[in-house]
């Protein structure tokens, strides 16, 4: 009952999604690429352009609905990183006020700022990336580089969720007899050694029996294939090399310097230099095409609804 | 999830106040020192603050600090001046007083390793700021003291000399690399 | 030339005295579907092993298994794989991979098949067996009978001439057990595979088979067409599997039909109707009278739900049980019946409504004391109840719980093992133990706790008749010493022999309640073979024992004589 409606709340989440279907290597290039520029440098614009299209991108894959519940905590949370900089750090030249003779300075505080909002960005990335990248998918690709690993990695996942069940169930059976039921410590910590000693047998019961069935479909013969669901286009391909093109070269910008960036003792002033604002729009673009990919499939699907 | 994270940054933030203890003074408030005047009657010692090995190796600075502010072009941050001793003053006392007289940045942190004052920065010049053998020490009278300089305790007429280091010292003419 | 030839098979595993199989012979044609049943241990699954060349045991074997001619032992590994499919018991422990359609493609993935053999296949067989809709899921997200499809799918991608089912329903509610039997005989019928399947649930899939198997220690004693099987020569009452075998079936043989034997209801309907005569139409009996007993468990108005976001799974259930009776709760499978355990045997608590125990509120009993001499839940699957290694060590450490002293315990699991039969299996693992062995001895270690009430979750899954009929007699014994019993079942023909009463549960509360022959005797459609049978011919036949009674009583029709 309890699992049919969390399946049944899975299912209606199933939005149309570009990501879904782009093809897992130019996904996962698209990611680490985004992931690095925005650990890589300190620099306000790029961490503001890689946050905001972090945060705007997250709330087309999971809802806005969603994604404002996430930042009524996600922003508070960067609040409080900013204003727990100065207290660990002095350096500055404009000084706010003293505490406990220490200054607090407006350059601390800035820096607490960026360095919150970078962490918040790489924050949004990687759970972005995890809602698009599932587990086959990870797999899938280095499934090709070492196949014996996906394949373990893949009964890894398989039996995790058993695991976890089987916890649950074997807890509860113990707790039915009223075995280390009290509610001291040491009951709790007994009861809990036993229901881990059962799991035990009883994974590795269940595990030659989940052998026999590997067996049984051939594992283990000469000349295994790996099968995997995607396929690469041609349109993944031009997204792989739109983001290989302005990925590398923001970052090569950010190597020769244009997104040199300091905070104390005083804040550099924003460069705008011709280099910078190439690496700006360049960055920029590479963040935004997801969400344009997006508005793109939700457009495409609207205009294909009112057609019919 | 989430709501723990947020907990414990809270925890956090407020542990952080509690022990470093709150006490809020505005820049003004600060920098409001008394400097005794100085009489016949008064003990004395001199203060410099100096930071010329920088100006010898200047492509190692920070290049957020290669401004005449920060390194002054003479190398002195401040002259050579005459304070008033107070009973039990050590060198941190002075030199505290005579920064916040003349409103010159500084950043210290209490090091339980030497049981002292450790001196970070003084005018946004920290250690490692110049090269990673870079950081502040102090003579008494043309002598290296081995110890922290809230422990030295002055006597009158103390010459105390603050100087920036690019080279672990040796470029100041400390010699205790020399002596192991 | 059969498909499978089996001659003079006689199998001894390595250390064992007994042979697991003695001098078998049997011939399977290709397109046969043939059923093989007998009680657990009668060397059932020593020979579906025997089959396949990768799960032969180490044994001494004497005589031969042919597959198309070749020697089993001698058949190249490729070929044993992909022509002699084998589905296990367990849906769970078969899945391997997280994704359905990983699954699906493993068998082929491990024969090297290139991607568009596999992707083509794999479409092919989603279509066969409607998986597309979940195609995309992960294997955990799935419910017990969609595993079990999904493992019958992942192999038949491979092609087999031949289909190796031990058990495989034995785990699943019924609807999710006749749905899996109706894909096992689209196979068989629309693609002509040769299906061999051990079952004790015969109900159902008795009338599919084009040959029944009945082993017995270790030998076949029948092996027939199905509608054989009720011949008068055969005295199948002192047979172990005999209240396992389909209840026209049974009927038939209790009546002393000869000749061909109705085998569905349909057909049992058709034969009582033209052989008996219809004058007496119920047996009057007088349901027991509760009203003066004691309430041991009350519940009024009860609420329940997982967490806050999650619908209710008990929502204003009302229910009284007695003391000392015997009460089965039934319903649909995912309605909530183990969840309504839980809350009985007090590990989940009502949100909202009152729950008494012997008239007292169960927040009332503190921590320990509602599991001392009182309240006691055995699990569905036993398992999860056994920690140590052999079953005596672990009924003494449940003795200790008790306060008793040295040989006062051993004195306690002493009398327990005497009571339920189980002394031989003392020194045995408990995952040794074949399914009733099992839960008979759960059942010891949770009298060794004296409850006054025993909660049970379905204690005859997976069980053949002959486990569940001890089961049953184990449970009246309770019942004679005092105890009050409640199960919850999917077993209708269970509740219908050895309740005093049952329940309906649907919708998050007990829709229907009464005296279980006007329980049975009322309901249209959720009701025993039986019942089902000799309507409206008899008013309340619910069990074989009682349509053969009305039978008799009738007596047989002039016309026909």
């Known amino acids: ?308 | ?180 | 030339m059969a498909l499978l030839e089996i001659q003079n098979l006689s199998f001894t595993y390595k250390g064992a005295d007994e042979a697991a199989l003695k001098n078998i012979n049997l011939s399977i044609e290709s397109g046969d579907f043939v059923l093989i049943c007998g009680e657990s241990g009668c060397g059932k699954t020593t020979l579906f092993r025997l089959l396949k060349k990768q799960f032969r045991p180490n044994g001494e074997l004497e005589g031969s298994i042919k597959f198309n001619g070749v020697p089993i032992s001698e058949l190249d590994e490729r070929a044993s794989v992909t022509e002699i499919g084998y589905v296990m018991q367990d849906p769970d422990n078969q899945t391997v991979t997280d994704k359905v359609w990983h699954e699906i493609a493993f068998g082929l993935e491990s024969l090297g098949e290139n991607s568009d053999t596999i992707r083509r296949k794999v479409a092919e067989i989603c279509g066969f067996f409607g998986i597309g809709e979940w195609y995309h899921k992960r294997t955990s997200e799935l419910s017990g009978g969609q595993k079990q499809i999904l493992a019958l799918a992942s192999i038949m991608v491979m092609d087999p001439s031949v289909l190796l089912l031990d058990e495989p329903t034995a785990q699943l509610d019924p609807i999710a057990a006749s749905e899996f039997l109706s894909s096992l005989r689209k196979i068989n019928e629309e693609l002509g595979v040769t299906v061999i399947i051990a079952e004790h649930r015969l109900e159902e899939v008795f009338s599919m088979a084009t040959k029944a198997v009945l082993m017995d220690k270790a030998k076949i004693f029948f092996s027939d067409t199905p509608k054989r099987a009720g011949q008068r020569s055969l005295s199948l009452y002192e047979h172990k599997i005999y209240k396992g075998l389909p209840s026209s079936l049974r009927l038939f043989h209790a009546l002393g039909g000869e000749g061909d034997a109705p085998l569905t209801v349909k057909e049992g309907k058709k034969f009582i109707s033209e052989n008996y005569r219809d004058e007496i139409k119920r047996i009057e009996q007088v349901p027991i009278d509760f009203s003066d007993k004691n309430k041991a468990i009350e519940i009024n108005e009860g609420y329940f739900r997982y967490e806050r976001e999650l619908p209710d799974v008990l929502s204003g259930l009302d229910l009284t049980v007695y003391e000392n009776e015997f009460l089965c709760i039934l319903g649909a499978n995912g309605a909530g019946k183990t969840t309504l355990l839980k809350v009985l045997s007090g590990v989940k608590r009502l949100y909202r409504g009152k729950y008494r125990l012997w008239g007292k509120k169960i927040r009332e009993y503190s921590g320990v004391s509602l599991y001392r001499n009182n309240i006691a839940c055995l699990p569905q699957n036993p398992k999860n109840l056994f920690v140590k290694e052999t079953v005596y060590s672990d009924l003494l450490e449940v003795a200790k719980l008790l306060p008793y002293n040295k040989e006062e315990r051993a004195a306690a699991v002493e009398e327990v093992c005497l009571k339920l039969g189980i002394k031989e299996l003392c020194n045995k693992h408990p995952y040794d133990l074949s399914g009733g062995e099992r839960q008979k001895a759960a059942m010891a270690k949770i009298l060794l706790v004296k409850p006054e009430i025993l909660l049970l979750d379905e204690p005859t899954k997976g069980l053949d008749a002959y486990s569940k009929s001890e089961i049953a007699a184990i449970l009246k014994a309770l019942q004679a010493e005092g105890k009050t019993i409640v199960t919850v079942t999917h077993d209708i023909e269970f509740a219908a022999e050895y309740s005093d009463r049952c329940a309906m549960f649907f919708d998050g509360k007990i829709v229907s309640i009464a005296d279980k022959v006007e329980f049975f005797a009322t309901n249209g459609y959720y009701t025993t073979a039986a019942s089902r049978m000799t309507r409206p011919m008899f008013e309340n036949a619910v069990t074989v024992e009682a349509a053969e009674e009305l039978c008799r009583l009738n007596g047989k029709r002039k016309d026909n004589d």
């Open chain 2, 1 to 180: 999830m989430k709501k723990d994270l947020f907990a414990i940054c809270i925890v956090i933030f407020i542990l952080a106040l509690v022990f470093s203890g709150v006490k809020i003074q505005s820049v003004d408030e600060y920098y409001l020192v008394h400097i005794d005047d100085i009489t016949p009657e008064s003990q004395t010692v001199f203060l410099t603050i100096r930071c010329d090995t920088i100006l010898d190796n200047w492509q190692q600075l920070d290049p957020a600090l290669r401004y005449e502010k920060y390194v002054p072009s003479d190398g002195v941050i401040l002259k050579r001046h005459e304070y008033v001793l107070r009973d039990g003053d050590t060198v941190y006392d002075i030199l505290d007083r005579a920064i916040r007289h003349n409103k010159i940045q500084m950043e210290c942190a209490y090091s339980v390793n030497y049981a002292s004052v450790y001196v970070k920065g003084i005018n946004h010049l920290y250690e490692f700021s110049c090269g990673e053998l870079s950081g502040w020490m102090y003579t008494v009278n043309g002598i290296f003291p081995n110890y922290g300089c809230s422990k030295y305790v002055l006597r009158d007429g103390d010459e105390i000399v603050w100087s920036y280091t690019c080279d672990l010292g040796r470029d100041v003419g400390c010699d205790w690399g020399m002596q192991k």
């Open chain 1, 1 to 308: 009952m309890r699992l049919g409606t969390r399946r049944r709340m899975r299912l209606g989440d199933a939005k149309m999604r570009y990501f879904d279907r782009l093809h897992p290597l130019s996904a996962l290039v698209y990611f680490l690429m985004i992931i690095l520029i925005a650990m890589i440098t300190m620099h306000p614009v790029i961490t503001a352009v890689c946050y905001l299209t972090a945060v705007i991108f997250c709330g087309m894959l999971i809802g806005f609905g969603k994604l404002l519940s996430s930042l009524a905590y996600s922003i508070p949370l960067m609040i409080l990183i900013a204003l727990t900089n100065p207290i660990f750090v002095h350096k500055g030249e404009t000084i706010l006020f003293f505490l406990n003779d220490n200054p607090v300075t407006a350059e601390a505080i800035l820096y607490g700022a960026n360095a919150s909002m970078m962490l918040m960005a790489v924050f949004y990335w990687c759970r972005n990336y995890s809602t698009i990248m599932t587990s086959d998918k990870f797999i899938y690709l280095f499934g090709r580089v070492i196949p014996k690993l996906s394949l373990v990695l893949s009964l890894t996942l398989a039996f995790i969720p058993k695991l976890k069940r089987r916890y649950k169930e074997i807890d509860e059976a113990q707790k039915g007899l009223g075995i280390y039921a009290g509610k001291n410590f040491t009951d709790r910590i007994l009861g809990k050694f036993r229901v881990l000693s059962i799991l035990l047998t009883d994974s590795l019961e269940n595990a030659l029996e989940t052998a026999d069935s590997m067996k049984a479909r051939g594992y283990g013969l000469k000349g295994r294939a790996s099968y995997a669901i995607y396929r690469f286009t041609l349109s993944d391909l031009a997204f792989l090399i739109a983001t290989a093109v302005f990925g590398v070269g923001t970052l090569t910008f950010i190597a020769l310097g244009a997104a040199d960036f300091g905070f104390y003792p005083s804040i550099t002033p924003i460069n705008l230099s011709i280099q910078s604002c190439v690496m700006y729009c360049a960055l920029a673009i590479l963040g935004f095409v997801s969400v344009f990919c997006e508005i793109k499939e939700n457009l495409i699907w609207r205009y294909w609804k009112s057609k019919t």
